[in-house]
């Protein structure tokens, strides 16, 4: 099979385990304890969202707002990180910093999907701060908050496209020549609007084309099976347990 790319993020051998948010099923999302938690299970890579304080702090939070978790209406962005960091989840966990993830886990691969514009220019400034790129995917479900990351870290930025070139490469599996962007993994759902979207004929055009395909976010037993057995190049779970039980009862059969 055909690979565009050696990056680190995507050599790991068989098909990559992400916990989602660090495992949302098994822990409180995005938090540390999540995390620690994946981990110490022997995740190699998470999948985080990530949002910026007003005075440029980049936190790993899903929401906006710290309604749903914390019960605090506040938007992150309003806030500063001398706020911020008093404020606790449902479950006691404070709001973590993405350096503090990057540098408790030196050697974690982090899918990284950027929440809004203003996040951007501070996210690539930490990575490049910290010397992380290798570690880094960023994905964005609005392209140019993708484009602007690539502008800022360079052509060695490993990023997921968003809906249009996805549509373009599920249009190649049907034989349509749609050009497309020089991405060398999709971070995709099963399916999209009740159509689906991951088959062994949109495997088949990725791979031909060196793309890595990595699944989100898958729950159960056979969902996951059934991918694994088509050959995705990776799935996102919100139960890292489980994922851990179906890949070795797979790779003993």
């Given amino acids: 099979?055909?690979?565009?790319?050696?990056?680190?993020?995507?050599?790991?051998?068989?098909?990559?385990?992400?916990?989602?948010?660090?495992?949302?099923?098994?822990?409180?999302?995005?938090?540390?304890?999540?995390?620690?938690?994946?981990?110490?299970?022997?995740?190699?890579?998470?999948?985080?969202?990530?949002h910026a304080t007003r005075d440029g702090v980049v936190v790993i939070h899903h929401d906006d707002t710290l309604q749903r978790l914390c019960g605090d209406t506040r938007a992150i962005a309003a806030m500063d990180w001398a706020e911020l960091q008093t404020i606790r989840t449902r479950g006691g966990a404070p709001i973590p910093r993405l350096d503090d993830?990057?540098?408790?886990?030196?050697?974690?691969?982090?899918?990284?999907?950027?929440?809004?514009?203003?996040?951007?220019?501070?996210?690539?400034?930490?990575?490049?701060?910290?010397?992380?790129?290798?570690?880094?995917?960023?994905?964005?479900?609005?392209?140019?908050?993708?484009?602007q990351a690539r502008a800022l870290l360079g052509p060695d930025l490993l990023w997921s496209p968003a809906h249009g070139q996805v549509a373009r490469l599920w249009a190649a599996g049907w034989g349509l020549p749609l050009a497309l962007d020089d991405f060398a993994v999709v971070q995709v759902p099963v399916s999209w609007r009740g159509i689906p979207l991951v088959t062994p004929r949109f495997l088949r055009a990725a791979h031909q084309r060196g793309i890595h395909v990595q699944v989100w976010t898958v729950n159960d037993t056979d969902h996951m099976q059934r991918l694994l057995d088509w050959g995705v190049d990776g799935l996102m779970t919100d139960r890292p347990s489980l994922l851990n039980d179906v890949m070795a009862r797979q790779q003993r059969e």
Wanted: with cysteine; aromatic share 8%; net charge negative.
């Fill in 1 to 50: 099979m055909a690979r565009l790319s050696t990056h680190p993020f995507l050599t790991s051998p068989g098909a990559q385990r992400f916990a989602h948010r660090g495992g949302a099923l098994e822990g409180e999302e995005n938090t540390l304890p999540a995390f620690r938690h994946a981990v110490s299970l022997g995740y190699t890579h998470v999948e985080l969202d990530v």
């Fill in 101 to 147: 993830l990057l540098e408790e886990f030196p050697e974690l691969f982090v899918a990284i999907e950027a929440k809004s514009h203003s996040v951007v220019a501070p996210l690539a400034g930490l990575i490049a701060r910290m010397n992380a790129l290798e570690r880094i995917c960023i994905g964005a479900f609005d392209p140019a908050r993708t484009r």
